[in-house]
């Protein structure tokens, strides 16, 4: 049984028993979890252990194969497109590296959810977008590029956009990755500040350790296809469990081997097997063995 020690408040998304996988490849196998509203949930885990695949079945694009990802009390597997894209208007999403529009600027980057999906005049757009920039701290470069800007600047534009719709929900897949150690706390503590303030609820998919524990309220940690552990960072630091435990020390070899499964190394080159004698075989030719006389046969 997965340990828990964490007393959530009110869910806004509820995972039950969910399986998915991709072909034969089962990924997900029954897993159940909660993220509770108003806080920063940290899903952890070894590469290809389905982090970004949970934050896919939670905006619809998947669908589980088993169980059910509920969204504020509805089955987001089982909803019309009609419904699914209203609740996917209540989430945001920041990609991986951003994933700006390279073709647009700043400003224009942030105002696009508002002009695809809403109805507001300009001037509110104008508004809208200069806030969520302020936020941010980048209003001031609402005329530049993507490529007038550093990768950490980029990461920063993408979660303006994110919040442009005022979502109850923003998903952050992989925030800090190639960031510098500044960009890096800078985006860490933005998250942070901007789920307290605009009381939002994060789920951030992350495998920078230090910084995600620090902004975290809860860390589940996956493998194998389910969750091994769910508690408080602290919690989670404390873990017993063999693979929570190399996980959390970055130990190179414990339940995650250092060594992909392969054949004997004298196998992949093609070497004669050589089967050594038992002991004690090798111990009776010895003694039977003929013993040279080094003084001569006729000492």
């Known amino acids: 049984m997965t340990p828990n020690y964490y007393d959530p408040p009110a869910p806004l998304i509820e995972i039950k028993d969910l399986s998915f996988g991709y072909s034969e490849r089962l990924i997900l196998d029954g897993i159940n979890l909660v993220i509770p509203k108003g806080q920063v949930t ?10 970004t695949t949970i934050l896919r079945l939670i905006g619809g694009q998947y669908k589980a194969q088993s ?13 019309s497109n009609p419904d699914l894209m209203a609740v996917r208007r209540r989430m945001g999403m920041l990609f991986q590296f951003g994933a700006l529009f390279t073709d647009l600027n700043v400003y224009d980057n942030v105002a696009f959810p508002l002009r695809e999906i ?17 936020a941010v701290g980048l209003r001031g470069a609402k005329d530049l590029m993507p490529s007038e800007i550093s990768g950490g600047m980029a990461r920063r534009v993408a979660l303006a956009r994110a919040i442009a719709l005022d979502p109850e929900l923003v998903m952050y897949d992989e925030p800090f990755a190639g960031l510098d150690p500044i960009s890096l706390g800078t985006a860490a503590r933005l998250i942070r500040r901007l789920n307290d303030a605009i009381g939002l609820t994060s789920i951030v998919v992350s495998h920078d350790l230090d910084e995600t524990f620090q902004i975290a ?18 919690q989670v630091r404390r873990s017993t469990d063999p693979l929570v435990h190399q996980f959390v020390t970055a130990a190179p070899d414990g339940p995650v081997r250092f060594h992909y499964p392969a054949p004997s190394f004298a196998d992949d080159l093609g070497l004669p097997v050589i089967t050594p004698k038992p002991q004690a075989q090798t111990e009776l030719e010895s003694q039977t063995e003929p013993q040279a006389n080094t003084f001569g046969e006729n000492s």
Do not use: H, R, Y
């Open 42 to 51: 940290a899903i952890m885990g070894a590469s290809g252990g389905g982090k």
């Open 67 to 79: 169980g059910s990802v509920l969204f504020d009390g509805q089955d987001v597997g089982q909803l």
């Open 118 to 134: 809403t109805k507001l005049s300009e001037s509110m757009i104008q508004d809208v977008v200069l806030m969520k920039l302020d």
């Open 217 to 234: 309220d809860q860390v589940i940690v996956l493998a194998n296809g389910g969750v091994v552990a769910q508690g408080t960072p602290d």
